[in-house]
Each structure stands twice: as C-alpha cells, then as structure tokens.
C-alpha cells in the first residue's frame, strides 16, 4: 500500500523557515541553515545539478526518500517559489500535484509534470496516488499544506530533519497542527551534523 | 573540569510544560507525558522511592545523569513545587542551591542540603561548583532557570530527552533563549518511546 509522508528539515526550536520568509526569501532568515547538511549530500546534489558529494547516512537517507516517490504534493506558494528556483530538469522526476485556486494548464518539464489542483487536498492526493505506481505519495511542503494534510489524518509518516541551530523567529511545523495527532517513533538515523527522525502517525 | 549540565524532556513540538501550569499542576496539562517514559526506569525509580523498574537504553541515561550531578542549581518555583512532592529522602543526594529573592535558613534533609542563594545565578553557581567535589553540576530547571543560565553562556551541555508527543500549548523551552547560542551535536541514544540527544554549547 503506498504510504503518503513528508519530510521537512527542522530547527532545534521548531521552525521550518526563519523569520521574514517571502518570495524573495523562501526559506527565511537563516533558514538555509536547516539545509546546510542537504546541499553537500550526492543523491541531492544529482537532482539538483551540481552533481558529486557526500554519500554517507545522510546520503542514504536522501536517495530513499527520492527513490520512494512516485508523486509529490505541494503548496501554490511553494510552487511559486520553487518555479523560479529549480534547475532544468527539476528535482523530481515523478508527477508533482500544485495545490492552487486557479485553474491552470499542466506544465510540462523534462522529467516532471507539474498539474494544477483547484479541487482541494484530498482530490490532489487522490491525483497523485493514481499516478505513482504504488510508490509513495511525499506532501513536499511547505509547512501550511504539511499541516493541512496532518490535520486532514492523510499523513503515514513524517520524517524530521533536526538540525541543532536556532533561529529564534519564523515559521513553525507544529503552530496549528491538532495535539491529538498520535506519533510513534519508527526510525533514528544520526550523523554528526543532524538527525533524521522519523514518526509514524497511528489513527 | 566539572561541566554545567541540563536535562530536560520535551515534546516534539517544542514544550516542556504544558498549558495552566502553576504550584498545582506544575507540569501543566499533560505534561505527564513527558516524563511517562522515565516513571519506568529503575534509576529513577531508586531514588524516587518505589524500587522496581527497567534498566535498558534510557535507564543507563538516568543513572549516569544521576551519578555525574555532584550538586544542583534549581529555581525557586520548581523548588516550592518539589518541596511538596519530593519523597523522603528526597532523590538529589547531592547539594541543591535554590535561587531565590528572600533569604531563609538551608533546609537539611537527609542526603541533601538545600541552600538558598539570593545573590544570583553566577553565585548560585559558585557555590555548587565548590561542593561538587570535581562532578558536575547540573541545572534542574525549570525552564526559566535554564534559560538564565543559557543566555549567561554558563551551560556545557544541554540533553533534551525527545517524546514523539504534541501539547500544543504550555511551556516552550527555546522562547526567549538567545539564538546566538550555538550548539554541536554530541551524543544520541534512542529508544521507543523518547530520543535524548545531547549537544555541546561551543562559545
């Protein structure tokens, strides 16, 4: 059965981007920092372009959640951002579902087709399981549609990259996520620079 | 060297009290949950009276955190709640200084004294250093006190004992904690139900 997941790296404070996040500044003040660890690892640096790297645990850690998406989730203002960020071919090479309240044709890259859902979460999801070949449905973020799709009981696992920084201000995961959300731990994978936590969501 | 320690559990979601806490409900509500993996542990246990319990992972946690703590540091809430609770002995065996505003006479309990210091953190800490015969010293809390101490630049070591649960609201430890601290990762051990991780501050 595909599982439907997210994976988010994470603040030791709880914030997913830092303060004064915006078009311009997608990640927030100091928010690349959550990502130092991401951008020396090879299965990223593969996806993303520059090529060569680390492989490692971390490494591992990245080509599984790559290789275990059949489909992606995400947000209109992720999108938005990520549309003007995202080498060519962008990084996913699966079917990526844009949650959006205007309608919009399908944008075709190499390698990955972006499709515009005016429909809701549960009709994206729908979307996307249909179409990833009974591999995983990742929720890619931002942190609004984790949260919504968290609140909606769609979500088997989440994966937390928790980086030991604090960025004092920003963006939380959690602000706005119901408490009665039950977590079991399914999984540590450490290394010196952060540790991937991750939590299966029980219903 | 003797090192200044803190050790704390904490919700995913950043808490390590929860809502309405106060000198009757001192954890806040459901902050129980926090601690629920420590009620089993042999070590705490042992010294909290009952006997019994589990050794394993978490339990060589306890009893080292216990054995390495040669006096403690505790603000005066989190004394004034623990004075009603503690069992007799109660679990420290080692010097408690309490920081406080009015002076009172030390308080000689069997195997702890509790000596109240109304001239401050560093004082407080002072004196703790000079009885713990070459241990550590370890700050108790609450969170207000280790965040004195953190944004003094006097801890070492700070273990946050991770529980996959979500309070919602209550007590956060890193609000109001100075961003600029800066911390390295230094130890994991993870269990089922709760992750410590240690970090080392770096100045």
Chains 1, 2 share one sequence.
Do not use: C
Not at 100 to 124: K, Q
């Amino acid at each position: 059965m595909s599982k439907v997941f997210a994976s988010l790296g994470i603040s030791l404070d709880g914030y997913v981007a830092g303060p004064h996040a915006g078009p311009d500044n997608p990640l927030g003040d100091g928010g690349e920092r959550l990502h130092a660890w991401l951008y020396g690892v090879e299965a990223w640096r593969n996806r993303q372009g520059p090529g060569g790297g680390e492989t490692g645990r971390s490494g591992l850690v990245v080509a599984e959640t790559f290789d275990r998406a059949g489909a992606y989730v995400m947000g209109r203002r992720m999108f938005d951002e990520g549309e003007r960020a995202w080498p060519e071919p962008p990084p996913f090479r699966a079917p990526v579902f844009v949650l959006t309240t205007s309608a919009r044709d399908a944008w075709v890259r190499e390698g990955t087709v972006f499709t515009y859902v005016t429909e809701g979460i549960h009709a994206a999801l729908d979307q996307a399981r249909a179409v990833a070949h009974g591999k995983d449905v990742q929720i890619s973020g931002g942190a609004h549609t984790v949260r919504e799709y968290l609140n909606a009981g769609l979500v088997d696992e989440l994966e937390l990259h928790l980086v030991p920084v604090l960025l004092g201000d920003g963006l939380r995961l959690f602000d706005g996520v119901d408490p009665a959300l039950r977590l079991v731990k399914d999984r540590v994978v450490d290394t010196p620079d952060v540790t991937h936590l991750r939590y299966r969501t029980v219903r």
